[in-house]
């Protein structure tokens, strides 16, 4: 019995240590990584995130349809086919057989042809004109660079993305440092009003007042550090989960980066003329459609006949064959042809109004940038003025307090005032940073 009781506390103690033991090694598969700058954050992401891994793929799939367009110039083909049949019911003419000697009238059966038919057939052929086929290799090449634009405006989101959580989180722990340092302060005020009410100068409801006001700080910890969280995960998907990010730069290092000059982004505009050009090409092409197909065409057969089996030591062999050239021409009489030619055509037209327009609305979003960057930094020039002031109110509102001037409804009124006012610089110097960054990033393109 007591050897069972010992095999049993054997067993929960090893399933105690592999349920630990498993965790800890599934948290080891990611790599703990720390970085200074946003900079740093996306070269990363270049070498992890699925979306450039699909982006190669994309490249290569264009560059193989630019091959396959200069391939089709010539567009060679060699149909091949082999076929032997065995002639199991020969058919049966009837010829005159006065010419076998027959009475006149008459007539002789005669089973005509071969048995056993083999034949080989190779028919070499490529086209030498085929203005259609020629101005795919233009269409494929802007297609390719149709590819790479794209590649870079997604690459652009992603980045766009990265830089908004990347903004968040220097926010949420700038707001961590904040709320801790009132905490202290909550605590002292809280331990200020204890010892009036314990003197009897201050009543319960104040002492709940500020225990109220701690708890309200210590929630606001905790939401901003869950918020933290959950901005980690969603950077740490970016790098496939395979790295666990820890960021170093401080939201209070904003103040001394440089300020932004200018910013120019033109892969919208780019986008817009490779698309128009793209239009215009397809309608040439097919346009290039009714113009005839000029073609090397050849043919070369072997043929084996035999009535006693296949490939009889006394068969004959048959060998005949040709080249020439070959005009293929459809009339330009097919509804459909017409109609996408004159649908492509509209398409085009829309397609450079659009471009049009793109050049105006890129110029627009990249003063706008600028313009945004310039309202966050006058807007932190206005909100340090005025926690400057709200610091000095506290203090003095602190003071007074403290000497059983001032009531705590008052003093904590200042508190929040104060913090929020902290609170809005840091918003402010999270937009400042988000704005900066997204203009780097605009800028890179």
């Known amino acids: 019995m007591n050897n069972l009781i010992k095999v049993r506390k054997f067993i929960l103690k090893s399933f105690i240590f592999f349920s630990l033991l498993i965790p800890a090694q599934s948290t080891k598969a990611q790599e703990s990584k720390n970085f ?54 020969q058919q049966v003419s009837y010829l005159p057989g006065a010419a076998f000697g027959m009475p006149a009238g008459t007539f002789k059966e005669v089973t005509m042809g071969q048995q056993y038919i083999s034949t080989l057939n190779i028919q070499p052929q490529f086209d030498l004109f085929n203005m259609a086929n020629i101005a795919q290799i233009k269409t494929a090449k802007i297609n390719e660079q149709l590819v790479e634009n794209q590649n870079q405006m997604n690459e652009q989101i ?26 202290v302060t909550a605590e002292n005020i809280l331990k200020i009003t204890q010892n009036k009410f314990n003197e009897g100068i201050s009543r319960k409801q104040e002492l709940n007042e500020a225990e109220v006001n701690l708890i ?53 505009v780019q986008n817009a003329a490779l698309q128009t050009q793209m239009a215009e090409q397809e309608y040439k092409i097919l346009k290039y459609q009714n113009i005839p197909v000029v073609s090397f065409t050849s043919n070369y057969n072997w043929q084996n006949l035999s009535n006693d089996r296949f490939f009889s030591k006394n068969s004959s062999w048959i060998n005949y064959n040709y080249v020439g050239l070959k005009i293929t ?13 004159k649908s492509k055509s509209f398409q085009a037209e829309i397609l450079k109004n659009n471009a049009e327009h793109s050049l105006k609305e890129a110029e627009s979003k990249n003063n706008q940038l600028i313009l945004e960057y310039e309202k966050a930094t006058k807007q932190l020039l206005n909100f340090q003025k005025i926690y400057e002031l709200k610091k000095d109110t506290y203090e003095k509102n602190f003071n007074q307090y403290s000497e059983n001037i001032l009531p705590l409804d008052k003093l904590l009124i200042s508190q929040n005032d104060l913090i929020m006012s902290k609170l809005n610089i840091i918003s402010a110097l999270a937009n400042i940073e988000f704005t900066k960054n997204r203009i780097d990033i605009n800028n890179r393109y």
């Open 329 to 341: 021409y459809d009339l330009p009489t097919t509804v459909l042809k017409l109609s996408n030619a």
């Open 158 to 183: 992603l980045f766009d993305k990265i830089n908004s959580i990347y903004s968040n989180i220097l926010s949420f722990n700038a707001q961590k440092e904040t709320i801790l340092e009132n905490i």
């Open 36 to 89: 200074a700058s946003l900079t740093e954050v996306l070269e990363l992401v270049k070498n992890n995130n699925s979306l450039f891994k699909n982006a190669d793929f994309q490249t290569q799939l264009a560059e193989l349809t630019r091959k396959t367009a200069v391939g089709n110039v010539l567009n060679p083909r060699i149909p091949t086919s082999f076929q032997s049949i065995d002639n199991v019911n």
């Open 216 to 268: 309200n700080l210590q929630d606001k910890l905790e939401q901003i550090e869950m918020n933290t969280k959950i901005q980690y995960q969603s950077l740490n998907l970016f790098f496939e989960n395979l790295i666990s990010p820890t960021l170093l730069q401080s939201l209070w290092d904003v103040q001394k980066q440089d300020s932004v000059v200018k910013t120019n982004n033109q892969l919208m």
